[in-house]
Structure formats: structure tokens, C-alpha cells
């Protein structure tokens, strides 16, 4: 059945996605807000929300949500990136109108307990004391900031434990009163709904503020950096390379795709085969792309003994060089394009899928295209696309990321 899009007379924007054949139903708000749009003081701030909306409102404790939701055999979460956060709820599909209670009630009257904020802002700098305490996370975290050096979108979403013990309950309020608009606003819904029935319950629930003005974003302008050590007392050394990619706009976003999964997006890519399946210099060897307004990346991300780091960085370089100065061969492209399009619609098949596919595409590219127009495109990839795009992304500032039992002027002699 079709996907209905509508804004709303609140001035949200309502995607739907009906699925008559199920008996359950997923909803999400999701904000155009994240990390990249917060000031250096206030890093954090929007992963500070995601936490604290659910621990209570005006009318509900944390508590009573949590019931509420369990009693039904319901599922609620929410996440921040760093152009967007999402909350959801997956229920049954007679839960409906109880979902919609619970995140109408926690988006237009959250409560801000104080007792609640300093709970979870404990909670938060346990959370990042676990995610440094995590190399193969942190190693990311090390190149996106190479990558993007003094820009927020190199931030951690997490923030940082300065920011976060500093952070004032009227900080957390200032900055949700200020973006948390419904014009800066997608709810999608999926599963066995009726899109007239949603758009009225959205309606009669609806107690926010008036509209407001989507965030000021800046392009990041300075040039990535070659290399960033980060020294950890590890038994493995974790390595990350790569390059900006394309905006998330971009004609060449497919294409970028295919070349992706090629390089590095499956167990038949030319990474996995050599440094894993050929060598066994690593179990964990992977690529992937993320997609910002006005930018992105491309990323290869391997584990491996420390003695064995200048080795599969070089293997690494060397597949990249190759595939610059070759491209991919056409057994290749048929390969990663009829996984890509497979894997899409292997993972259409429940509601919270759906729903999260057409709140992301609503909110950040400002429509929703169906799983056949989005399989269209990717089938569409040709050779020249692919060599378009290698040459775009492949030729650009390399940028090399480490967290292991290095010095950087040590591991720089290593590699040289």
C-alpha cells in the first residue's frame, strides 16, 4: 500500500506506511537535531535529551512509562547521530492510541526532573568512560575527528565528561525549547494503521510550541588530517582509513554504495578476501560510508595484532590504490548491487524497519521513495558511475587512525 506524507496543521510532518498483514505498529518522532548543532559548550546536549525525555513528563514518571509500555509487550528506544535523533515505540497494533500518549506526552511536556537530570547525567559519563574503554568504538571516534578536524561533526555524539558535568538544567531546557519545533519535526508511522486515523490522533494530542527554524549549518573547511594516534594499551591494534565521501544528496550516493560494498561491504569484498580469508591478519574487516548535508566518508576499519598493523595498513592502501587505478570488474558490480538491493528487502519485512526507513528519508532528504524506485537506483549503477565516483571519493586526503600500543611519532616510522 502506498506511503501517505502530510504536514499537519501543527506543522509536523506526518509519513506513514501502511502493512495490513501485521498486528503491529511502530512510531518515532524524529528531530533534526544532533550533535553537529550544538555549541562547544553544550556538546552533548542533544544525546542528553534523548536520555532524558523518557524518564518523565508533566502527567507520567519514568516509571509509569516503563510499565505502561511493558504491560502491552511493547519495545521503546531512541538514538542520536549527528544530524538527528529519533524516539520510538513498537506495539501492538490495538496500542496505537497508547503510543501516541506516551510520545506525544514525553515531546510536548517533558518534565526535566532535577532529581532525574542528575541521574542520568551519571549515567551519561558512565556511558562515555564504557565507550573509551572500547577501542574498536573509539577508533572511529579518532578518525572522524582527523577527518573533520575542528568542525562539529569530528565531535563525539556522546560529548565530552567536562561538558556534560557542567551542563545546567536550563541549558537542557534552552536547547530543547530551541529546536524541538514541529516544523524541525517527521513522526512516521508503520504497520497495520490507518494514515487519517494517526494524522487525528497527532492532532488531538498535539500541546507544542509554534513553529521554529531548522539549525544554521556550517561546512567544515579546513583539511583532514593524515594521521591521528591514539595510545591504548591494547592487544590489538585498531586501524581506520579513509576519505570524505559524498553529501547525502548526491547523485553519486548509490554509486558510492555498490563501490563500498565491493571494497569492503560483505564477506566476497576484496578486503575480507585478502587480510581475512587469504591472510588471516584479522577477524574484523569491514568499509562503510556515512552521508552528512554537505559531505561524508568513506571508511575501512580492521583489528589486528599490533606487530601486524604496518602490514594490513599497507594491504589496506594497496586495495585502495588498486581500486583508483583499476575501479571494479563487472562480476563485481553485479555482485554488490544484487546484495544491496537484497539486503534492503530482507530487512523491510517488520514494522520498526519501515518506520525508521521513512522517518530518516522524510526528515533528511525531505521525501520518501518506494523500496522498487530505491532498487531502481541502485540497479541503474554503471561502470562509468563507478568509476565517477572512485575517482571522486578514492583520490581524495587520506586520513589514517589508530588506537593501539603506539607512540605517533613511533607508529609514523612503522608505516613510512
Do not use: C
Given at each position: 500500500m502506498a506511503i501517505r506524507t502530510e504536514v499537519l496543521d501543527s506543522g509536523l510532518t506526518l509519513v506513514t506506511e501502511p502493512m495490513p498483514d501485521v498486528r503491529s505498529v511502530a512510531i518515532g518522532f524524529w528531530v533534526g537535531i544532533g550533535s553537529r548543532d550544538e555549541e562547544q559548550l553544550l556538546a552533548g546536549a542533544s544525546h542528553f535529551l534523548e536520555h532524558l525525555l523518557?524518564?518523565?513528563?508533566?502527567?507520567r514518571s519514568a516509571q509509569q512509562i516503563a510499565e505502561a509500555v511493558d504491560a502491552v509487550g511493547g519495545e521503546m528506544n531512541a538514538f542520536t547521530t549527528k544530524e538527528y535523533t529519533a524516539f520510538y515505540l513498537r506495539l501492538l497494533d490495538d496500542s496505537l492510541d497508547l503510543g501516541l500518549d506516551i510520545l506525544s506526552d514525553i515531546m510536548w511536556a517533558p518534565a526535566f526532573r532535577p532529581d532525574d537530570l542528575e541521574a542520568e547525567r551519571q549515567v551519561i559519563l558512565e556511558e562515555i568512560l564504557m565507550h573509551e574503554d572500547e577501542p574498536a568504538d573509539?577508533?572511529?571516534?579518532?578518525?572522524?575527528?582527523?577527518?573533520?578536524?575542528?568542525?562539529?561533526?569530528?565531535?563525539?555524539?556522546?560529548?565530552?565528561?567536562?561538558?556534560?558535568?557542567?551542563?545546567?538544567?536550563?541549558?537542557?531546557?534552552?536547547?530543547?525549547?530551541?529546536?524541538?519545533?514541529?516544523?524541525?519535526?517527521?513522526?512516521?508511522?508503520?504497520?497495520?494503521?490507518?494514515?487519517?486515523?494517526?494524522?487525528?490522533?497527532?492532532?488531538?494530542?498535539?500541546?507544542?510550541?509554534?513553529?521554529?527554524?531548522?539549525?544554521?549549518?556550517?561546512?567544515?573547511?579546513?583539511?583532514?588530517?593524515?594521521?591521528?594516534?591514539?595510545?591504548?594499551?591494547?592487544?590489538?591494534?585498531?586501524?581506520?582509513?579513509?576519505?570524505?565521501?559524498?553529501?547525502?544528496?548526491?547523485?553519486?550516493?548509490?554509486?558510492?554504495?555498490?563501490?563500498?560494498?565491493?571494497?569492503?561491504?560483505?564477506?566476497?569484498?576484496?578486503?575480507?578476501?585478502?587480510?581475512?580469508?587469504?591472510?588471516?591478519?584479522?577477524?574484523?574487516?569491514?568499509?562503510?560510508?556515512?552521508?552528512y548535508l554537505e559531505t561524508g566518508a568513506l571508511a575501512i576499519y580492521a583489528g589486528t595484532a599490533p606487530g601486524r598493523a604496518h602490514q594490513v595498513l599497507d594491504l589496506i592502501e594497496h586495495e585502495i590504490d588498486r581500486m583508483a587505478r583499476e575501479g571494479i570488474t563487472d562480476r563485481e558490480l553485479e555482485v554488490a548491487k544484487g546484495h544491496l538491493a537484497g539486503s534492503l528487502a530482507l530487512g523491510m519485512e517488520d514494522s520498526a524497519a519501515r518506520m525508521s526507513r521513512i522517518g530518516r528519508a522524510q526528515l533528511i532528504h525531505g521525501e520518501v521513495h518506494t523500496l522498487d524506485q530505491v532498487v531502481a537506483s541502485i540497479e541503474a549503477v554503471t561502470q562509468d558511475d563507478a568509476a565517477r565516483v572512485i575517482d571522486r571519493v578514492l583520490g581524495g586526503e587520506r586520513v589514517v587512525a589508530v588506537v593501539g600500543p603506539f607512540d605517533e611519532p613511533d607508529f609514523a616510522r612503522q608505516v613510512a
Open positions: 523518557f524518564k518523565g513528563t508533566d502527567t573509539l577508533v572511529h571516534d579518532v578518525f572522524t575527528e582527523a577527518l573533520f578536524p575542528g568542525h562539529p561533526l569530528g565531535r563525539e555524539i556522546l560529548g565530552e565528561a567536562a561538558t556534560i558535568e557542567a551542563m545546567t538544567r536550563d541549558d537542557v531546557r534552552g536547547y530543547f525549547a530551541r529546536w524541538y519545533r514541529p516544523t524541525n519535526m517527521v513522526v512516521a508511522v508503520a504497520g497495520n494503521i490507518d494514515h487519517a486515523a494517526v494524522a487525528a490522533g497527532l492532532d488531538a494530542r498535539y500541546r507544542g510550541p509554534e513553529p521554529g527554524p531548522a539549525p544554521d549549518r556550517t561546512s567544515p573547511l579546513a583539511a583532514p588530517l593524515a594521521q591521528a594516534v591514539f595510545r591504548r594499551p591494547t592487544e590489538q591494534a585498531h586501524l581506520v582509513v579513509g576519505t570524505r565521501g559524498v553529501p547525502r544528496d548526491d547523485a553519486d550516493r548509490y554509486a558510492l554504495s555498490v563501490v563500498n560494498q565491493s571494497l569492503g561491504g560483505g564477506m566476497s569484498s576484496r578486503l575480507f578476501q585478502e587480510i581475512r580469508e587469504k591472510r588471516g591478519l584479522a577477524y574484523s574487516v569491514y568499509s562503510y560510508r556515512a552521508s
